[in-house]
């Protein structure tokens, strides 16, 4: 009885032993990198042979690439194009490095063949297997919101965020003189459409939150005035037209309320007020300038510059107390803020060495990263999705510009609207 | 084409199946022999550009080790020219026991089944006799139970002299065991030391191979390789943390996938990791089997946003 006892206490001693020498070793991989996935876009095969039809692969390709998180591989030297999984040579497209495809064909369906179907699917190369399969209806002359939305689901599916695709962009452009318009486009810059006609210049076009109404900075009263303007139908009111000069308007989260600066009393001091004109508060009185109100995706804050130590710096202010905190400490100046949907990134332009360049600053880290190259970039403001940014910038000519950056940094791409100049731009909201 | 004398003579049967047995373990032997001196040292040289910071510490160890290893061979060797002289002895006077034993079994076995003959004949006979001469003929019966006991008592005193060779055996055999076991006795001392000295080495090289960063060496660059495909922009900005299990073949590369232990809670983090293991393939692995037996199952760690407080 006693023998045994030992013998068992003896084995558990053993098997304790031998696990704790076969304990697994362990690797840990601190941080990442900022890459890109690979993936093809093959062209769809195209059953009816129409030729827009036959464009989406590379609208398709051009978003996935403009987000800066992917990258697209060149397939000119392919010469077979799968249309499903089933004739995917798995080791062909590993040795090109894409870690994806997306594969697909279109097909007319409908009464007189009017209508197109495109069934499309997004294939795994390492895992050889297709990660999602969708068919997708609609007119021939939709190929580019087709696209768009292909390109929205591959972006959601992969990199866990609505991909913004198929969002529209704003942006005011100078046509001649005493020619201004106010455009609303495709985020890419297709289908521009003017909202505004105006001989003076409009300018800090803001777009709600819920997507329905834009509000703008107009000097058709000899002096800078707000309008809040009713996309759908067109109608606009006068939202601030107060003693001095009235700009920079700014939504509150839920559409309800704007920001917006009055030299009502000397310089430049942040209000705020109702989205019909009523109920106007002034939120901080100081002796410096407040400018530029962005608010807090959770409405408790607003961002500001001020000059009030000397340089223009980026604070914040609660929106109930009126505490404020000093933001940015980097560069010589740092204006024009907004903040990520997510609230953890601050976007800004910081100007150092006489150079204002597109920066961001992680909120929880407060570290910065500079996107652009500057030296004259402008009005920075977040994709819905937070990944990109939209800004102006000086191209040679200095003729103003406007393009996109990613956040990582890594993808630059202008968004063609045209050779006139662009005085300012915004994004507007995802589609539901 | 018999060979009687092979099928009689127990003896000449039994020394040549000795004699393939003792060639097959002496052969087996000194196989084995030349196996345990040639195995161990010879995969560290050829990976020590890689990590330069790593290196400097390894040579002078790596000098160190075959000052160690000269004299192994031949101390080996001795201990195995002992064990080899003492192996033989002990397996001759373990063969040549068991041939006595069989024999003795033989002669035990005969006996009894002549015996069984017989009784069973001699049951025949007297059944037939009885039969045929029935109660008349009691005298002869009797006689023949007579014979029948008699024989009974031959067959018996055959049997106690066998057993009393047998015991004679026994005790033969028993003082050969004195023998045998000191004989044991000393060749287990030799192997004790023996096996000290490589236990004693065995570390050294161990302690030698972790010290050196062999083994850090390879985690280090199984940890750069998967790094580089980390896509830490799919992972959020919060700190957070993936672990994965993995399996590796001496290729390096990956058995069955990546096991994920711990989510991140965001599917595209998760993948993008799971991406960065199976995209990282094949991992570097060592030549050595010692050190990639170490690497073969990995835990691997991942905190894409920086380090969780």
Redesign the interface.
């Known amino acids: 009885m006693k023998q045994s006892f030992w013998k068992f206490f003896f084995l558990i001693w053993l098997v304790c032993i031998s696990n704790a020498s076969h304990a697994?070793?362990?690797?840990?991989?601190?941080?990442?990198?900022?890459?890109?996935?690979p993936v093809a876009v093959i062209p769809f095969k195209d059953n009816n042979a129409q030729k827009s039809m036959q464009l989406m692969h590379e609208v398709i390709t051009n978003d996935l690439n403009r987000s800066g998180?992917f990258s697209s591989i060149d397939i000119s030297g392919v010469s077979d194009y799968p249309i499903d999984e089933r004739e995917v040579n798995f080791s062909n497209w590993a040795a090109l490095q894409s870690?994806f495809i997306v594969v697909g064909k279109i097909d007319a369906i409908g009464r007189s063949n009017s209508q197109m179907q495109v069934t499309w699917s997004l294939i795994d190369i390492?895992?050889e297997k297709t990660v999602l399969s969708v068919a997708i209806k609609g007119q021939p002359s939709q190929y580019r919101v087709i696209a768009h939305r292909i390109a929205d689901t591959i972006y959601e599916k992969?990199?866990?965020?609505k991909g913004v695709f198929d969002t529209n962009i704003a942006f005011v452009k100078k046509l001649g003189k005493e020619k201004y318009s106010l455009f609303i486009a495709d985020y890419d810059g297709h289908n521009p459409r003017a909202i505004v006609n105006s001989r003076y210049s409009i300018i800090s076009p803001r777009w709600s939150p819920n997507g329905k109404k834009i509000a703008y900075v107009s000097f058709e009263k000899k002096k800078p005035v707000i309008y809040v303007q009713d996309i759908e139908t067109g109608k606009r009111t006068l939202l601030a037209n107060f003693r001095g000069n009235n700009s920079a308007p700014a939504w509150s989260p839920d559409s309800k309320k704007l920001a917006i600066v009055l030299t009502y009393s000397a310089n430049s001091q942040i209000y705020t007020i109702d989205a019909d004109g009523k109920n106007i508060k002034q939120l901080m009185r100081t002796r410096s300038i407040n400018t530029e109100p962005a608010w807090s995706p959770n409405g408790k804050e607003i961002y500001f510059s001020s000059d009030r130590a000397g340089s223009a710096q980026i604070y914040k202010v609660d929106v109930d107390t009126n505490e404020v905190v000093r933001v940015t400490f980097e560069g010589n100046n740092n204006v024009s803020p907004s903040l990520s949907p997510?609230g953890?990134?601050l976007l800004f332009l910081n100007q150092d060495n006489g150079s204002y360049r597109v920066a961001i600053q992680?909120l929880?880290?407060n570290q910065m990263l500079k996107l652009t190259n500057g030296p004259d970039d402008e009005s920075p403001i977040f994709s819905p999705n937070g990944h990109m940014v939209l800004f102006t910038y000086k191209d040679y000519g200095k003729v103003s510009k406007i393009g996109t950056v990613s956040i990582?940094g890594l993808k630059m791409t202008p968004i063609d609207v045209g050779s006139e100049t662009i005085l300012e731009s915004t994004w507007g909201p995802l589609s539901d | 084409m018999r060979l009687p004398w092979l099928e009689n003579n127990d003896n000449l049967q039994a020394n040549l199946f000795t004699l393939v047995i003792h060639l097959a373990l002496f052969i087996f032997m000194i196989f084995s022999v030349n196996w345990q001196v040639k195995t161990p040292y010879y995969a560290e040289v050829e990976l020590w550009d890689a990590i330069p910071t790593q290196i400097k510490p390894k040579p002078l160890i790596k000098r160190a080790t075959p000052k160690v290893q000269k004299p192994q061979p031949s101390i080996a060797e001795k201990i195995v020219e002992a064990k080899k002289d003492a192996d033989i002895q002990l397996k001759k006077k373990k063969a040549a026991e068991l041939k006595k034993k069989k024999a003795a079994e033989l002669k035990k076995k005969k006996a009894a089944e002549l015996k069984k003959k017989k009784a069973a004949e001699l049951k025949k006979k007297k059944a037939a006799e009885l039969k045929k001469k029935k109660a008349a003929e009691l005298k002869k019966i009797e006689q023949l139970k007579k014979k029948a006991l008699e024989e009974e008592k031959l067959a018996e005193l055959q049997k106690r002299l066998l057993e009393d060779e047998e015991v004679e055996k026994v005790q033969k055999k028993l003082l050969e065991q004195d023998d045998l076991e000191r004989l044991q006795e000393e060749l287990r001392n030799k192997d004790l030391a023996k096996e000290t000295r490589i236990a004693i080495e065995g570390t050294q090289d161990l302690v030698a191979g972790t010290n050196s960063g062999e083994?850090e060496k390879y985690?280090a660059l199984?940890?750069q390789k998967?790094?580089?495909?980390?896509?830490?922009?799919?992972?959020g900005?919060?700190p957070l943390e993936l672990i994965f299990?993995i399996v590796l073949m001496p290729t390096g590369d990956l058995i069955g996938g990546a096991k994920m232990i711990k989510s991140s809670k965001?599917?595209?983090?998760d993948?993008a990791v799971e991406?960065?293991i199976?995209?990282a393939q094949p991992l570097p692995m060592p030549q050595d089997n010692r050190l990639f037996s170490?690497?073969k199952?990995?835990?691997?760690?991942?905190?894409?946003?920086?380090?969780i407080n």
């Not at chain 2, 790094?227 to 992972?235: D, E, G, I, R, T």
């Open positions: 697994l070793e362990v690797i840990e991989i601190l941080g990442g990198k900022a890459s890109q996935i998180l870690q390492y895992k992969l990199t866990g965020s997510d953890k990134l992680n929880l880290s990582n | 083994l985690k199984i940890q998967i790094y580089q495909n980390v896509n830490k922009q799919l992972c900005l919060d299990e965001i599917e595209s983090c993948q991406r960065a199976l995209q170490q690497l199952k990995l835990k691997l760690k991942f905190q894409p946003n920086g380090p």
